[in-house]
């Protein structure tokens, strides 16, 4: 499609934005991938270096105490090593998505590219809401305990692997919502390149 | 062309429809009880805040469907229905990630945190559990198949022709 003698109009497309719109629109993305990748890394790293140690004093045989040591470490839960997992996952495709929208303007493969930003953005959304979630109903049952499965709580006793592992859930959180705003303009952008 | 998208999707929804319903009516029709030693154990779905959740996501998912299995012909709202796709497929995958996780301790247990298994107790309301789950998993999978299809369906005009 090459421009027409006269007057050349602006197209949708990436590579032929003017510099101004480019600047504007494309920017807000790469900053919010930023603080996307920012927020998963976060996210991941803190539940991976969750652990505490503390030592109860179970009986007491004579004048010696028994002392037992016990570790909550994030292996323990299958749903904080998914949590793990997909935040890390995650983070390297925010990443990618930085590089590539930093560095990759000319790489472009039969006008695949919008299509698969936009899958791959959608795939991953999916993928950060359920390891949020898991570990979110994890975290609750570690909490508050469930009465009528004679499960106690855990929290009163390892108050800073809960509070950790609230922060990185909270982070996980930030993340998604903000992954969710990038898919949807990554949809919106295929569509009006359709049209 | 654009007929056999439009079956393709319609399918892909009422499969989706019947997934989600089916994995709402097993949930909510689960229950169980059984008297062990002196203790009455019995178990339903609202004894879990994640199995609560569970058939929510599940029941707006099968609205949701519903609705847009009936409106279907105008192309105006096609663009947002792709969007709302996304987010309802984000809602699917996590209700039934938490509900995984909360029934993989209910049938293993934690032994870290000192949680028994619960499934040698109630073992009609676990295999009432597994069946929802299964459908809730279905469900998931065909709403990620239906979002990748209808961003293929929007993209295929965008491919140059093969000479």
Partial sequence: ?195 | MVKTRRIITTLLRLLALGATLSATVVMVTSHDSADVLNLKFSAKYTNSPTFKFYVIAEAIATGYSLIVLFLSSKSLVWRLIVILDVVIAMLLTSSISAALAIAQIGKKGNSHAGWLPICGQVPKFCDHVTGALIAGFVAAIVYLVLNLYSLHAVLSPLFPVKP
């Fill in chain 1, 1 to 195: 499609m090459a421009p027409q003698s006269g007057t050349e109009k602006p197209m949708f497309g990436y590579g032929s934005i003017s510099c101004k719109a480019k600047s504007r629109w494309s920017w807000t993305m790469v900053g919010l991938r930023l603080l996307a990748f920012l927020a998963t890394a976060a996210a991941a790293v803190v539940m991976l270096l969750n652990k505490q140690t503390k030592t109860f004093v179970i009986a007491t045989v004579g004048t010696t105490p028994v002392n037992l040591t016990l570790t909550a470490k994030f292996q323990h839960t299958p749903a904080f090593v998914f949590f793990v997992v997909a935040n890390g996952l995650a983070s390297i495709h925010n990443l990618l998505m930085v590089m590539v929208d930093l560095f990759g303007s000319k790489v472009d493969y039969k006008g695949l590219r919008f299509a698969m930003i936009a899958i791959l953005d959608m795939l991953n959304v999916a993928l950060v809401s359920g390891g949020a979630n898991a570990a979110a109903f994890m975290a609750e049952l570690g909490k508050n305990g469930n009465s009528h499965a004679r499960w106690d709580k855990i929290c009163d006793r390892f108050g800073r692997f809960c509070d950790r592992g609230g922060g990185a859930l909270i982070a996980s959180f930030v993340a998604l919502a903000l992954m969710l705003i990038i898919s949807v303009i990554s949809i919106v952008k295929v569509l009006k390149s359709n049209k």
